[in-house]
């Protein structure tokens, strides 16, 4: 008679031999049915032999019943107990995909964003791979707008926008090639605007339009992105690389996409950054003209002013302080007479030794 020891191993050495042989056969599918249990479809092997899988199959059996009756933390114990107890088995996507499912019920969504991210992280070929990432996207969305994961499915804790952004940036790290990708990046951005992160958000709606220049959320990215930079302007008494980056974005919005229905939105952003911009040269000019007399810095400036916005009311009041300027300088030029006086020979200086 065989030992149990060279039984387990004539077994295993078939397993991977059939592994090799027929990876056609070996897909395998479980499927319910309440009056028979889990069955295996489609392939021939479970990944347990003898009392293990006998085992493993009671306690999913159990554990879908326990489900069905409403009896939600008792499965939520078995599916538990096949994770870790047969975690190579063809039972464990399913038991970490029935747990996703009872954590939403419960209202707890980071364990059950965890449970679906275990399916993807060890099962990335799963056939239910899109149902688990559109999943894991309402999850993150839940937890940005506010939604509060429960403690045991009981105690309602505080809502934790942080986490759903988190959640995203694993949903770019599973899914980077997804309709779900730019999605994930937008609504990143939209979240730390609510938590007045204004850096992140311009990240991210910098990568959503570097790395998904073909998404139809790139316009859109665009525009938030020349909105974000412009709400970072204080004014034109302050530093305006925002205001500079602003009226890039809104220009590159208003020529890369002239046909989308908010171009009359940035060309009202352009407008008011343009303004602060021609503001802020015109008050530059203004400190060299009356608080230093340097004409010719204030001439630079105003003259700035009229190029950033040449058909503004604030290009106008540029052009009118150019006249001023020069009629400022001609009135400090020097005289006739003093200089006939230059041209006279200067007298030699003497020196004294002592």
Known sequence: MLSRTFRRFYFASLIAILGFALPGQL??????????????????????????????????????????????????????????????????????????????????YSKAFESY??????????????????EQYRIASALVDGARSYFWGVIPGLPDRPKGIVQFEIILIEAPYSDYAPLAL??????????????EAIDALDRLINNYS?????????????????????????????????????QDFMILYPGDPNVASAETGLDHMRTILAQSKIKMADFYFYKRDNY???????????????????????KQRLVEVEAEAASHQPSADASNDDNQPKKKKRFFFF
């Open 27 to 108: 897909a395998a599918e479980l499927v319910w049915n309440p009056d028979t249990g889990w069955r295996i479809e489609g392939g021939v092997l479970s990944g347990l032999m003898g009392s293990e899988g006998r085992n493993a199959l009671e306690i999913m059996n159990k554990a879908r019943r326990d489900e069905d009756r409403g009896s939600l933390r008792a499965a939520l114990k078995g599916y538990k107990k096949v994770i870790k107890k047969y975690g190579t088995s063809i039972y464990t996507p399913e038991a970490l995909y029935r747990s996703a499912k009872i954590y939403l019920k419960r209202k707890q």
């Open 117 to 134: 991210h275990g399916i993807l992280s060890r099962y990335p070929n799963t056939p239910r791979f899109n149902e688990i990432i559109g």
């Open 186 to 199: 937008m609504n990143i951005a939209r979240a730390h605007q609510k938590l007045h992160n204004t850096e």
């Open 214 to 250: 073909q998404s139809l959320l790139t316009a859109d990215a665009y525009l938030k992105l020349a909105q974000t930079h412009a709400s970072l302007v204080d004014g034109a008494y302050y530093d305006q690389a925002s205001t500079q980056e602003a009226i890039t974005y809104f």
């Open 296 to 318: 010719t810095a204030a001439r630079v400036f105003y003259n700035e002013a009229i190029t950033v916005y040449p058909d503004s009311e604030v290009a106008g009041i540029a």
